[in-house]
């Protein structure tokens, strides 16, 4: 199948943002899924992630959040370690993040070929930008987070600032969040306080707890990557977005 492949900057509140738009070649309107990447940066591997996503039926757009700090930077290109990190992390605040996802996904919605209908999805610190973009009242339509971060904490630029978590009961929309039982960064204490935090709206959330895998167990391109779990965990998230972002008449194009 013919994936085609865009880059444009998007305007938003802070500069511009570079944005990797992948859709079928002549599928129709089609839904649309914003998808964010992890702390390392929209890496040329964060960007054939995007491109296998399209090839079942969407329009996939990888934006660069990092982009308050420069365009397209990520953490390898810098040589690595924690002054990359705090480098391509300039910047950032979660009102930033969520203020992002917002300008994106409005304009998925409106662009020629979208049926209106967008989808999230995030990994390690993108799942925790899913996160937030969930909390935003219906900004999406379906949201999967992938191993989230910092749930449970201020935002690392405003100490004493809110948790993305005391937004849970903003959540209006499908949210799906994977779990893994190794991540050190989300114990199981944490996942039942992050359960607790949704209330009344915890039917529209499944929490799944992930066994034997860590924190990326969902990315080939890292040590902690297993097969199993990861094709168990997609297989679950293309059912979740059929099931929320489909219209009885859109196409449903999957890859050869």
């Not at 839904?31 to 054939?48: K, Q, Y």
Request: a negative charge; charged letters at 20%; aromatic letters at 8%.
């Amino acid at each position: 199948m013919a994936i085609r492949e865009e880059e444009f900057d998007l305007p938003v509140d802070e500069g511009t943002m570079a944005v990797f738009l992948y859709e079928p070649d002549d599928a129709g309107p089609l839904p649309s899924i914003v998808m964010v990447h992890d702390a390392n940066g929209l890496t040329v591997e964060a960007r054939e992630q995007a491109r296998w996503l399209a090839g079942h039926g969407y329009a996939v757009a990888a934006p660069d959040v990092f982009h308050r700090a420069g365009r397209l930077l990520t953490t390898a290109a810098l040589g690595g370690g924690p002054e990359a990190t705090l480098r391509v992390r300039a910047g950032m605040t979660n009102d930033g993040h969520a203020s992002d996802v917002a300008r994106l996904a409005a304009f998925l919605r409106e662009r020629p070929g979208s049926d209106g209908r967008v989808g999230l999805i995030g990994f390690c610190l993108g799942g925790r930008i899913a996160f937030l973009g969930a909390t935003l009242g219906g900004v999406v339509d379906a949201t999967v987070a992938f191993y989230p971060t910092r749930l449970l904490e201020s935002d690392p630029a405003i100490p004493g600032s809110p948790w993305p978590v005391h937004g849970a009961s903003n959540v209006t929309t499908p949210l799906l969040v994977f779990f893994p039982a190794l991540d050190g960064f989300n114990p199981y204490s944490n996942v039942e306080s992050i359960r607790a935090a949704f209330g009344e709206t915890e039917g529209l959330v499944r929490a799944v707890w992930v066994e034997d895998a860590d924190h990326a167990f969902a990315q080939p391109e890292t040590s902690a990557y297993h097969p199993v779990r990861a094709a168990e965990a997609w297989e679950e998230t293309l059912a979740f977005f059929d099931r929320h972002l489909r219209r009885a008449e859109s196409p449903v194009v999957h890859a050869g």
